[in-house]
């Protein structure tokens, strides 16, 4: 059973803080990786997408992935009350039957107080 | 232009009606997704077609009828729904299977 696991939070952090929000998995052999942000209500916004080992910035966003510890994180700098929202981590396979089979953790909730 | 269209927006329907969801990209994407997402829970996967051709099924109720006429647009049919089918539906389309997958509005369904 391939599993993705985030604490569902909620996780709050004053304005102009430093937002980090982390992600484990368990298929070993996943390729691809996203974190999306999900207003209440709203369908989920691609924030980032991530490949390889290393850090990805854009903009306030940075993505870690570390496939030997099968983890992935994304920090939100400078965060703002508009941050506030669910960030879901989801792990896609890149071989096979896994193909577009994306597996999503339950999601983060992130409260940004001014 | 990264957009996913969804109609209707909202969808109420009794357990004997028959209604459809209609999903619409015009990115040149050949991989498109139905997603089902109950309140506080992560989205579900539950059709994927590629190419025009479904490609995975992920053990749904055959009272979920999916449909891709072309490589443009991705229906949803729905006949004999139960109270508990009421979710945010949720289209997404990718360049080819693998590739990142963007997400329309949805449609927030209601059963009665």
């Known amino acids: 059973q391939k599993e993705v696991e985030q604490n569902s939070g909620p996780l709050s952090v004053p304005e102009g803080a430093i937002a980090s929000l982390n992600c484990t998995y368990s298929d070993r052999v996943s390729q691809s990786f996203f974190w999306y942000r999900q207003y209440s209500g709203k369908s989920p916004e691609l924030i980032m997408s991530i490949y390889s080992n290393g850090d990805k910035e854009d903009g306030r966003f940075t993505a870690q992935l570390n496939k030997a510890s099968q983890y992935v994180s994304l920090l939100i700098r400078d965060s703002q009350p508009s941050d506030s929202a669910t960030y879901l981590c989801a792990v896609g396979g890149n071989y096979g039957g896994s193909q577009g089979n994306l597996i999503f953790g339950k999601g983060t909730k992130l409260s940004v107080k001014p | 232009d990264t957009e996913v269209t969804q109609t209707p927006k909202h969808l109420v329907m009794g357990m004997t009606n028959k209604k459809s969801l209609k999903c619409e990209q015009h990115?040149?994407?050949?991989?498109m997704y139905w997603y089902k997402q109950k309140a506080k829970k992560p989205p579900e996967l539950m059709f994927v077609?590629?190419?025009?051709?479904?490609?995975i099924n992920e053990s749904v109720p055959s009272r979920f009828s999916p449909e891709c006429p072309n490589s443009s647009l991705l229906n949803l049919h729905l006949h004999a729904l139960q109270p508990e089918d009421s979710a945010l539906y949720l289209c997404a389309s990718s360049l080819s299977l693998s590739e990142t997958q963007y997400f329309g509005p949805g449609t927030r369904l209601l059963v009665l």
């Open positions: 077609y590629s190419y025009e051709k479904l490609s």
């Open positions: 990115m040149g994407h050949r991989a």
